[in-house]
Nanobody
Framework: QVQLVESGGGLVQAGGSLRLSCAASGRSFSNYSMAWFRQAPGKEREFVAAISWSGGKTYYADSVKGRFAISRDNAKNTVYLQMNSLKPEDRAVYYC?????????????????WGQGTQVTVTS
């Protein structure tokens, strides 16, 4: 069992930056590939970024590529999402997700554990 707790969301002006954190409890964090998803009001939850268990592989949605960066610190059981050049359309609740083993994937259904989400609001 893994519990995920996101933090770092907030209100920021367009062009600004935020860094989200996701702290995982439980053992074997380094065995999990991790991802960030987001859900805007009235829309389905969508993939943002993913990182392999070692951190050696990452993948991004086209909408955030070049602006967001996912990373992890297995010693701290934490995954991060650095968000730069934020746009109003990035406004959403951001969720951290964990997947036992396997390769990184953009598929929401492939993830086994989810956090409760953290709100990101970007004003124009």
């Amino acid at each position: 069992q893994v519990q995920l707790v996101e933090s770092g969301g907030g209100l920021v002006q367009a062009g600004g930056s935020l860094r989200l954190s996701c702290a995982a409890s439980g053992r074997s964090f380094s065995n999990y590939s991790m991802a960030w998803f987001r859900q805007a009001p009235g829309k389905e939850r969508e993939f943002v970024a993913a990182i392999s268990w070692s951190g050696g592989k990452t993948y991004y949605a086209d909408s955030v590529k070049g602006r967001f960066a996912i990373s992890r610190d297995n010693a701290k059981n934490t995954v991060y999402l650095q968000m730069n050049s934020l746009k109003p359309e990035d406004r959403a609740v951001y969720y951290c997700a964990a997947r036992i083993g396997g390769s990184i994937t953009t598929s929401r259904g492939a993830y086994d554990y989810w956090g409760q989400g953290t709100q990101v609001t970007v004003t124009s």
